[in-house]
């Protein structure tokens, strides 16, 4: 392994499936509500006042960055904003998640997505990533919601456990349903550059819930959508990470829609999740973010096999397989770090 990276950029260059000193380290939800420094911010300040402070953004996105030692930040936001900046009225409900007050519809609801003005609409957000990549000693990772997603949230009104409003819009009214994917595909699109213009280094598409998806589902009415928010990004250079919980009927199609690195959730070991994906492309994950709330021991062998499987090819960001659980106590994900950082 080449000694010429380190905390500054090992997490980019494993992006782009170079050699690394060390195999670098981030959480998913590393900015949440697990550290105390976090909740603290969260009993003076609601969710959407956060986003729209600058300072508080850029606080609490270097917090887990300063006391967990990870190699990237992931800016403090979350996949409903550019909705909410455009005006619709959505709120995020403490231990629920979004939940919209008027609900996706029909096709008069398109006319409620107008096109999102980065500059003016979520000028606080921008400033926080002018700042952040300005000072953080590791790179800063922009992201938005994938279509799928987003739009779950925005037709069932709230999380779903199966999507029946969503599916069956997708079903019933394809054109409707194309119609609200590229109105968010080009939400994502306008965030995305726009962090990347303000100075973020990397990119995730969140298509969390797309393994809800039978794949010809995913592949014919969903994915469309998310690689055309990949290619409008190929110009800007960053890396691209795609990640979504439970598809691992649909890893190859992660990549294929775009993306540089395909996040792996924990279902499927990090071997085979290489085999369904292929070689050019990156790997980012995937120790059970549960298993971070037992015995260090239990801890310690899990993220062994999740190096051993990988076996040191170049091109893995160690990660979870999902965000980190509220429960877990954040000196165990900073004996993770120094575990992964000494062993991987
Ligand atoms: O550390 C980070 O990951 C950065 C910040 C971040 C948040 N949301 C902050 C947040 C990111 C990247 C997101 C993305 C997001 N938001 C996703 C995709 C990522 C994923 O986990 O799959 C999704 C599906 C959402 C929608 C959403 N917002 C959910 C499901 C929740 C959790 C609800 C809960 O309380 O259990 C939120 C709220 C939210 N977003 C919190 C945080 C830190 C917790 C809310 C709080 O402080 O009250």
Redesign the pocket.
């Known amino acids: 392994m080449a000694a010429s990276s380190d905390r500054s950029d090992r997490f980019l260059r494993a992006c782009r499936r170079e050699p690394v000193d060390v195999t670098p380290i981030w959480?998913?939800?590393?900015?949440?509500?697990c550290l105390p420094e976090?909740r603290a911010v969260?009993e003076r300040h609601g969710?959407f006042e956060i986003m729209a402070n600058a300072e508080l953004t850029a606080e609490v996105?270097r917090q887990?960055v300063d006391r967990l030692g990870v190699d990237a930040a992931?800016?403090?936001?979350?996949?409903?904003l550019p909705l909410s900046a455009i005006g619709v009225d959505v709120e995020?409900?403490?231990?629920?998640?979004?939940v919209f007050a008027d609900p996706f519809r029909t096709a008069a609801d398109l006319e409620r997505l107008r096109p999102l003005e980065p500059d003016t609409d979520m000028a606080p957000v921008l400033d926080a990533v002018r700042s952040l990549s300005a000072d953080l000693p590791v790179p800063l990772i922009g992201?938005a919601?994938a279509p799928f997603?987003v739009a779950s949230?925005f037709v069932e009104g709230g999380?779903s456990r199966d999507y029946a409003k969503t599916k069956s819009l997708m079903r019933a009214e394809p054109a409707l349903w194309s119609a609200l994917l590229d109105r968010l595909a080009d939400l994502a699109i306008a965030s995305l550059r726009a962090q990347v213009g303000a100075g973020a280094a990397a990119i995730?598409l969140?298509d969390?819930?797309a393994g809800a998806l039978a794949p010809e589902d995913y592949r014919g009415r969903v994915m469309p959508a998310s690689a055309r928010i990949f290619a409008a990004l190929t110009d800007l250079d960053v890396p691209r990470i795609h990640?979504g919980?439970g598809t691992g009927e649909l890893l190859a199609d992660f990549g294929a829609a775009g993306a540089d690195v395909v996040g792996v959730d924990w279902r499927i070991p990090m071997d085979e999740a290489r085999r369904r994906v292929g070689e050019g492309y990156a790997l980012q994950g995937n120790l059970d973010p549960a298993l971070c709330t037992a015995p260090w021991s239990v801890v310690e062998t899990a993220a062994q096999d999740v190096l051993d499987r990988v076996g040191g090819a170049p091109g893995h960001v160690f990660n979870l397989g999902?965000?980190?659980l509220?429960e877990t106590d954040p000196d165990v994900l900073t004996q993770l770090v120094d575990f992964v950082h000494a062993n991987g």
Request: a positive charge; zero cysteines.
């Open positions: 959480f998913m939800r590393q900015a949440g509500r976090y969260r969710m996105t887990p992931i800016l403090f936001s979350d996949i409903v995020i409900k403490p231990g629920v998640g979004p992201f919601g997603t949230y999380p995730q969140f969390s819930w990640f919980v999902h965000g980190v509220p």
